[in-house]
């Protein structure tokens, strides 16, 4: 029969640890809302920041932000309560959410690829080729990439009959736990689905490797050594941003199921739903004068409080 409700197991092996796993998923929970909100009001606040980078850098932070809110809070929910359910309309919608975020998310790391590569390649060319209507296209769509593929997967996947336990295995409602417990031939969609997979994964990925090339190349060239370490350093946040998310993100998905033990894709899955997130703000901000100082102005002089209370 039809399952009205599905129970997310998530990391009731670790019985123990369950308050200890609640109070450090619930500390990174806060400092990733407030450091993603700082980058927006800070990239928002500061003349000096209203460049293609930091308003690329605006977008990913509320990505990161909507991301974070459709997993963590009802994570930190089913921590405390024994009986975790959650209904089948939340489950699809949950999966929706997470497969659109996840899609906008790698799109746009490859738009800040491309970002860094026109302003260090072709810096004469950087204002009109990276100029305010051009960089709301891309980023809207970077946005609207995300909702054909999930709208499509999580609506085929949600149509199938659900039969037997009505266990998932996981956290929050994902692809192949879900998958894992529709009671019919599955073939056609797991087939979609790695297509799908890849094209979202590779296509943004291999735009983010062409970019690096040609800058490496350019940096190479620089007769300055000044220049090259500038030039490198714009460009050194991304890097490990990107690198985070495809350790996390990209292989989880792009790795065959049964592949990967039930323990270690939560554990991983943890790792871009919780941490990476909480990271990228910090990684943006440690080696990034403007950003450090912007940051600065909004707390010294109290900006952030009075937009609170305005708002």
Not at 162 to 183: K, N, Q
Request: positive net charge.
């Amino acid at each position: 029969t039809n399952q009205t409700y599905f129970i997310l197991q998530g990391f009731s092996y670790l019985t123990t640890l369950q308050d200890f796993l609640f109070g450090v998923i619930l500390l990174m929970f806060l400092i990733t809302m407030a450091g993603n909100l700082l980058i927006i009001i800070a990239a928002t606040s500061d003349p000096a920041l209203h460049t293609p980078m930091y308003y690329f850098l605006q977008n990913l932070a509320v990505i990161e932000i909507c991301f974070t809110l459709n997993i963590v809070p009802r994570m930190l929910v089913d921590l405390l309560w024994e009986r975790k359910v959650i209904s089948f309309s939340a489950c699809a919608l949950q999966l929706y959410f997470v497969l659109s975020f996840i899609t906008s998310e790698c799109f746009l790391l490859g738009a800040m690829a491309y970002d860094r590569y026109v302003a260090i390649c072709h810096p004469l060319h950087y204002a009109i080729r990276m100029n305010r209507r051009v960089c709301l296209h891309m980023v809207v769509a970077c946005w609207v990439a995300g909702i054909p593929p999930s709208l499509g997967l999580t609506a085929w996947l949600f149509s199938y009959p659900f039969c037997g336990p009505r266990d998932i295995e996981h956290f929050f409602c994902d692809v192949s736990p879900v998958l894992a417990l529709v009671c019919t031939d599955t073939h056609l969609f797991r087939y979609f689905l790695f297509i799908a997979t890849v094209l979202i994964i590779l296509i943004p990925f291999i735009l983010i490797v062409a970019s690096y090339i040609q800058i490496i190349h350019t940096i190479i060239q620089m007769p300055s050594a000044e220049r090259r370490l500038k030039a490198f350093l714009t460009c050194l946040a991304h890097l490990v941003v990107v690198t985070l998310f495809y350790c996390t993100a990209g292989l989880i998905h792009l790795k065959p199921r049964r592949g990967l033990l039930v323990h270690g894709r939560e554990l991983m899955a943890l790792s871009y739903t919780v941490v990476t997130p909480m990271l990228n703000p910090i990684i943006y901000s440690l080696r990034n004068e403007e950003m450090k100082r912007a940051l600065r102005k909004v707390l010294g002089r109290g900006q952030l409080f009075s937009k609170m209370s305005l708002s």
